[in-house]
């Protein structure tokens, strides 16, 4: 973060209790996470916009750390699936199982019933258990035997994926990465960095000294106070434009859908609350055009080719004045 932000006077919306939960979270992520301030900062925009967050890398870089930052962060309840091969859509949702005592099905929740849900390595699972997924990520509710059964309000979804091309992988399918809001990797740390992770167990010491910054209740309203953070219809232009660019870029065969165009108009309205505004600058939709977009286009390149591809985009979209 940096001190140049302006930061507004005009609270009618108790706008700095919610600063303070986005500063603290970002803290406790700091703590733990060490090295990676770009996936930091998507982190807290992905848990305080309402999206979820899909973290892109190679094993062993504190994945699993980050999900549980947050949920020991927010106070809420933390689930987590072991993503690999066999497992089936009932060992995500659930499944309703028959009492003969009661001589009626009873339904047992399933592991994406909690706040924070870490579905670890989900591109080792096929393609039948990851679309489990979609109606909880879209919905906030799952389907079983035809009824319907709520999910936690909030619900945050944190994937790990593992680069595609590793043994027993199986790549996501297109409908499945729109749902996610926004993607970062996290990147190897420095030398330095990584001798603190050696000395203090990669960062578990840190998180064992956690303290929640609010409860699920106060989450939730910190979601609802980041859609209050004013757009322009200029800023919400600049979004559309940048994402409706990326369906004609060159080497791009399926672009930003919008969907992700309101993504982007979401995650920037957070970062903009990061930063202790009520208004949303055109520097916030470029800071998460990226984390927004990227993971989002199918290209002709190599996996990864779609920040170069949104980086290209930012050079060439006329910028409204701020």
């Known amino acids: 973060m940096t001190s140049a932000e302006p930061v507004t006077t005009v609270d009618p919306w108790h706008l700095g209790r919610y600063v303070e939960v986005a500063r603290g979270l970002h803290a406790?992520?700091?703590?733990?996470?060490?090295?990676?301030?770009?996936?930091?900062t998507v982190s807290v925009v992905a848990a305080l916009s309402g999206g979820h967050l899909l973290l892109e890398d190679v094993p062993g870089v504190g994945k699993t750390v980050l999900a549980r930052t947050i949920a020991v962060s927010l106070g809420a309840d933390l689930s987590r699936i072991q993503g690999h091969p066999d497992l089936l859509p009932?060992?995500?949702?659930?499944?309703?199982?028959?009492?003969?005592?009661?001589?009626?099905?009873?339904?047992?929740?399933?592991?994406?019933?909690a706040h924070v849900v870490l579905l670890d390595e989900l591109n080792r699972t096929p393609p039948r258990t990851q679309s489990a997924l979609l109606e909880a990520m879209e919905e906030q509710q799952v389907t079983v035997d035809g009824t319907s059964w709520p999910l936690p309000d909030p619900h945050l979804v944190i994937a790990t994926q593992n680069p595609v091309g590793q043994l027993g992988t199986f790549p996501l399918a297109e409908s499945q990465l729109d749902r996610f809001a926004l993607a970062t990797p996290l990147g190897y740390p420095d030398a330095s960095e990584e001798t603190q992770l050696a000395l203090h167990h990669g960062g578990r010491e840190a998180l064992a000294m956690l303290r929640p910054v609010c409860s699920p209740g106060e989450w939730a309203l910190a979601i609802a106070?980041?859609?209050?953070?004013?757009?322009?219809p200029e800023i919400a232009s600049y979004a559309v434009a940048i994402a409706r660019a990326t369906r004609h870029a060159?080497?791009?065969r399926l672009g930003a859908s919008p969907r992700a165009s309101m993504t982007l108009v979401r995650s920037a309205q957070t970062h903009a609350l990061l930063y202790g505004r009520d208004y949303v600058s055109p520097v916030d939709i470029q800071a998460m055009a990226v984390p927004s977009l990227a993971h989002r286009l199918v290209t002709d390149?190599?996996?990864g080719a779609g920040a170069s591809v949104v980086v290209e985009v930012l050079g060439t979209t006329a910028s409204p004045r701020p």
């Not at 499944?95 to 994406?112: I, K, M």
């Not at 106070?225 to 322009?232: G, I, L, Q």
Request: aromatic share 8%; no cysteine; proline share 8%.
């Open 28 to 40: 406790n992520l700091q703590q733990v996470l060490l090295g990676a301030p770009g996936a930091v």
């Open 225 to 232: 106070a980041t859609r209050r953070v004013h757009v322009s």
């Open 250 to 252: 060159a080497g791009v």
């Open 301 to 303: 390149g190599e996996p």
């Open 90 to 113: 009932t060992d995500v949702t659930g499944v309703s199982v028959y009492s003969p005592d009661t001589r009626t099905w009873d339904f047992r929740h399933g592991p994406v019933f």
